[in-house]
């Protein structure tokens, strides 16, 4: 059977630096990987190369392959905005657009040249629903998105990602500039997205990985050290190094 | 002789504040004495009515309306041309040898002085196109003074746009020409605005290039194929020629009074701008 995505000795340098060395990483169905690692492994590297985000940085040179659903996104005949409709991502820092909440749910469907009215509106509810804010913002629907509180900015973030309907939901410390209150709603907001989507999350907080992931990579100078299933990495890594990591030796 | 450090300070901050209340002085001399000479002439009929006897007596109305007519079409033309090099230069090209050739080229071309520019409009426009003297020629010499204006507000404005959003939009699934039309340019269209309006401020204080390409015609303009003399045109003439001195200051505070105002609203853009960007 082919996985989900299935990264192939996968090679990135920034110019000269070389930043993940021959990765290897097979992500079946719905499930949330967590990826960990101290600053600079390359774990949110990793992440962009999944939806080829790497590719806007000037100097970046990638070998390897990455397929989703059995076709190598590198092939050049790719369809690069097709894949990031497939691939989603939620950043670090909430960045929602300086336009009205429902334009920001809207805005993947207006870049995909939906034009019924009706349609759009339906989407913009099912999505704020599904990122449970639909109840908090349906009478602020007008409102510009950034006079919201950043808890509301981030989740408002990721239902602009649910209406275009990706299959991958890649998120890049997606909780760093949240309380611990707003963190746990986009937590609890995960394990439900979870059953239709898979979700590959990069984060710093190693409870976090713990709490929300069912696989787990550690990372470390951009080689994927160990990956193996949350429970085995916290309760009996493999690995030294990743021993040394988790029970807070370093990083 | 060695002074003291404590008197040297006191002598620092007294010609600072001298050199600083010269600046304001001469600002507040040459508006008021421009205006105390003027303003008394100004009246509705002044404003809206025909000159007569070649601006020694009547009013102003159509070098008004050519000076409009000429930085309207100025602008029209100018902008779509800046802000897309402005577009070009910043998202879809790196920096390179080339494009800091082009903006060198665009600076440069921002140092002409503006008499060259009239020589030129007057050479190519007027005389080898044969547009003639009309508000197409002088409006078009217009644009190319104007043009690096435009560009490098427009690049300052496009630059300030973080880049945050233009991630988002990719990993949305945007090309960057729907990036661009719907996220950037949305952002930065204050800062842009901003550019366009110190240009038109700059199009309707310009004299040497309009004598030569828009020529000095005292009818109303019907057609952008015709003459028209500007409202700074009228003024030299009056002056140079020596036709009416009240005139000739009655027409400088009208286009003092019109630079002024669209300075402050240019400024009060910037304002807006800038507070938006910080919150």
Same mark, same amino acid.
């Given at each position: 059977?082919?996985?989900?995505?299935?990264?192939?000795?996968?090679?990135?340098?920034?110019?000269?630096?070389?930043?993940?060395?021959? +990765?290897?990483?097979?992500?079946?169905?719905?499930?949330?990987?967590?990826?960990?690692?101290?600053?600079?492994?390359?774990?949110? !590297?990793?992440?962009?190369?999944?939806?080829?985000?790497?590719?806007?940085?000037?100097?970046?040179?990638?070998?390897?392959?990455?397929?989703?659903?059995?076709?190598?996104?590198?092939?050049?005949?790719?369809?690069?905005?097709?894949?990031?409709?497939? #691939?989603?991502?939620?950043?670090?820092?909430?960045?929602?657009? &300086?336009?009205?909440?429902?334009?920001? #749910?809207?805005?993947?469907?207006? +870049? &995909?040249?939906?034009?019924?009215?009706?349609?759009?509106?339906?989407?913009?509810?099912?999505?704020?629903?599904?990122?449970?804010?639909?109840?908090?913002?349906?009478?602020?629907?007008?409102?510009?998105?950034?006079?919201?509180?950043?808890?509301?900015?981030?989740?408002?973030?990721?239902?602009?990602?649910?209406?275009?309907?990706?299959?991958?939901?890649?998120?890049?410390?997606?909780?760093?500039?949240?309380?611990?209150?707003?963190?746990?709603?986009?937590?609890?907001?995960? #394990?439900?997205?979870?059953?239709?989507?898979?979700?590959?999350?990069?984060?710093?907080?190693?409870?976090?990985?713990?709490?929300?992931?069912?696989?787990?990579?550690?990372?470390?100078?951009?080689?994927?050290?160990?990956?193996?299933?949350?429970?085995?990495?916290? !309760?009996?890594?493999?690995?030294?190094?990743?021993?040394?990591?988790?029970?807070?030796?370093?990083? | 002789?060695?002074?003291?450090?404590?008197?040297?300070?006191?002598?620092? *901050?007294?010609?600072?504040?001298?050199?600083?209340?010269?600046?304001?002085?001469?600002? @507040?001399?040459?508006? @008021?004495? *421009?205006?105390?000479?003027?303003?008394?002439?100004?009246?509705?009929?002044?404003?809206?009515?025909?000159?007569?006897?070649?601006?020694?007596?009547?009013?102003?109305?159509?070098?008004?309306?050519?000076?409009?007519?000429?930085?309207?079409?100025?602008?029209?033309?100018?902008?779509?041309?800046?802000?897309?090099?402005?577009?070009?230069?910043?998202?879809?090209?790196?920096? /390179?040898?080339?494009?800091?050739?082009?903006?060198?080229?665009?600076?440069?071309?921002?140092?002409?002085?503006?008499?060259?520019? =009239?020589?030129?409009?007057? $050479?190519?426009?007027?005389?080898?196109?044969?547009? =003639?003297?009309?508000?197409?020629?002088?409006?078009?010499?217009?644009?190319?003074?104007?043009?690096?204006?435009?560009?490098?507000?427009?690049?300052?404005?496009?630059?300030?746009?973080?880049? /945050?959003?233009?991630? *988002?939009?990719?990993?949305?699934?945007?090309?960057?020409?729907?990036? *661009?039309?719907? @996220?950037?340019?949305?952002?930065?269209?204050?800062?842009?605005?901003? =550019?366009?309006?110190?240009?038109?401020?700059? /199009? $309707?204080?310009?004299?040497?290039?309009?004598?030569?390409?828009?020529?000095?015609?005292?009818?109303?303009?019907?057609?952008?194929?015709?003459?028209?003399?500007?409202?700074? @045109?009228?003024?030299?003439?009056?002056?140079?020629?020596?036709?009416?001195?009240?005139?000739?200051?009655?027409?400088?505070?009208?286009?003092?009074?019109?630079?002024?105002?669209?300075?402050?609203?240019?400024?009060?853009?910037?304002?807006?701008?800038?507070?938006?960007?910080?919150?």
């Amino acid at each position: 059977m082919t996985h989900k995505i299935d990264i192939k000795n996968l090679n990135l340098y920034y110019d000269e630096f070389h930043a993940l060395k021959s +990765v290897n990483m097979v992500v079946g169905e719905k499930n949330i990987i967590a990826l960990i690692g101290p600053s600079g492994c390359g774990k949110s !590297t990793l992440l962009r190369t999944i939806n080829r985000m790497n590719d806007l940085i000037e100097g970046v040179r990638i070998t390897g392959e990455v397929f989703l659903d059995g076709n190598n996104i590198y092939d050049p005949g790719m369809d690069l905005y097709e894949l990031r409709k497939r #691939v989603g991502m939620v950043f670090q820092r909430p960045n929602p657009f &300086a336009k009205s909440v429902s334009e920001n #749910v809207a805005f993947g469907l207006r +870049v &995909a040249q939906f034009k019924n009215k009706k349609k759009i509106a339906e989407i913009v509810e099912r999505s704020l629903r599904a990122a449970g804010l639909w109840d908090e913002l349906k009478d602020k629907l007008n409102r510009p998105a950034l006079d919201l509180p950043l808890y509301q900015q981030q989740r408002l973030c990721i239902a602009r990602l649910l209406a275009v309907e990706p299959e991958v939901i890649l998120m890049d410390e997606p909780c760093s500039a949240l309380d611990p209150i707003a963190t746990m709603k986009i937590e609890e907001m995960m #394990v439900e997205l979870k059953r239709n989507y898979n979700i590959i999350i990069v984060t710093h907080n190693m409870q976090q990985a713990a709490r929300v992931s069912d696989l787990c990579g550690y990372m470390l100078l951009g080689e994927m050290i160990e990956f193996n299933k949350t429970s085995e990495i916290f !309760t009996n890594p493999r690995d030294k190094r990743t021993q040394d990591y988790i029970t807070g030796r370093f990083g | 002789m060695i002074i003291r450090p404590k008197y040297t300070q006191v002598l620092a *901050v007294s010609l600072l504040v001298l050199a600083t209340l010269a600046t304001l002085a001469i600002l @507040v001399f040459i508006i @008021v004495f *421009v205006l105390g000479k003027g303003l008394p002439n100004i009246n509705a009929e002044f404003l809206f009515s025909n000159p007569e006897d070649m601006g020694r007596a009547g009013g102003i109305f159509p070098t008004i309306v050519g000076t409009v007519a000429l930085t309207l079409t100025a602008i029209c033309i100018a902008t779509p041309f800046g802000v897309g090099t402005a577009v070009f230069l910043t998202e879809y090209t790196r920096e /390179s040898r080339i494009t800091r050739i082009i903006r060198f080229g665009a600076d440069c071309l921002a140092g002409i002085p503006s008499i060259i520019f =009239g020589l030129f409009g007057f $050479i190519f426009f007027v005389t080898y196109l044969r547009m =003639g003297w009309s508000i197409l020629s002088g409006s078009l010499t217009l644009a190319f003074m104007i043009l690096p204006t435009i560009i490098r507000t427009s690049e300052e404005a496009i630059k300030s746009v973080p880049y /945050s959003y233009r991630e *988002v939009s990719f990993s949305l699934g945007a090309t960057l020409w729907q990036t *661009v039309y719907k @996220v950037v340019l949305p952002n930065a269209l204050p800062g842009i605005l901003t =550019g366009v309006m110190l240009s038109v401020g700059r /199009s $309707i204080g310009e004299t040497a290039a309009i004598i030569f390409t828009a020529g000095s015609s005292l009818r109303t303009p019907h057609s952008l194929f015709d003459s028209v003399r500007t409202m700074s @045109v009228h003024f030299y003439i009056l002056a140079r020629e020596g036709l009416s001195n009240e005139k000739a200051y009655a027409t400088a505070t009208v286009l003092i009074v019109s630079i002024l105002m669209i300075n402050l609203s240019s400024y009060w853009l910037m304002n807006r701008f800038i507070l938006r960007k910080t919150k």
